[in-house]
């Protein structure tokens, strides 16, 4: 059932919706949306944020940080999809109807690999329509110096086009038709995570794993949504000093907001790369899930 459900979105459902301009779907924290961003502007523009893309450390710093490991992650369950001109991963819950919580899923700076569809299915298991973004535009980097290269081509107009998309398949598909949906992302993911909250003001979730962080309270009030943010103590590029200055910063600008923290490199919770951890990765995931639960499937 989980197969035919996939495979029949990913064949047939929302030509119209893929094709067009994404549009702000209903959100149990109302359809409000920040304006659109202006083709024009600049990544400097519309990115906020005071920090640059490897952080506090030099990009040979940050590629020696992401030393990938051979280990291959399970065999992918969802589906591939078409989504706004890119391609998407899509994992459902098993025997699944809708309406369903939805998760937007942003890669780190490797790519849309098995790694995030793993993850993707794991967010499926836990109950909700997961939707794997790409912003490399189908390009997977197997060594850090592609994936520094993939990760500073990126246009920001174009990313938050289809992280909007995702949005609003998440809240239309008749499959899943989620009433509140949330972020996540992981390195150069968890940065778009929290970039996606500060320009879809109808996400119910946000959660960054050490990512890009805006810690001016200023920027931040545009934020109508719930934060989860999980750093290491040891990370060189989002240092701690960072992280205190993006926690201060949600408090004055009064957003919801929860920090862990780990005594962990960067990019600990990556089971394919170098720095995993896993007792402070699963017990971060223990967090994530409960935090999800909370703003995703409650009430």
Known sequence: MRIAVLLMIAVTSLA??????PRSGTASRGSESAPPPDPGASNETLLRGDSGLTGAVSEEEFKAMHEPRKDQAPAPLGAALDLAGSRAYLSLPPNATA???????IHEWWGLNDNIRHWSDRMAADGYAALAVDLYGGRVADNPDSAMAFMKAVDATRALDILAAADSFLAQDPHIKAR??????WCFGGGWSLQTALHRRDLAACVIYYGRLVTSPEELRDIRTPILGVFGDRDKSITPQTVDQFEGALKRAGIPHEILRFDADHAFA???GANYNGPAAAEAWEKVR?????YLKQG
Do not use: E, Q, T, Y
Request: aromatic share 4%; hydrophobic share 40%.
């Open 180 to 185: 509140r949906r949330g972020a996540i992302g």
């Open 99 to 105: 309406p369903l919580p939805g998760v937007i899923v």
């Open 290 to 294: 409960a935090f999800l639960g909370k």
């Open 270 to 272: 990556n089971p394919s």
């Open 16 to 21: 119209g919706l893929l094709s067009c301009s």
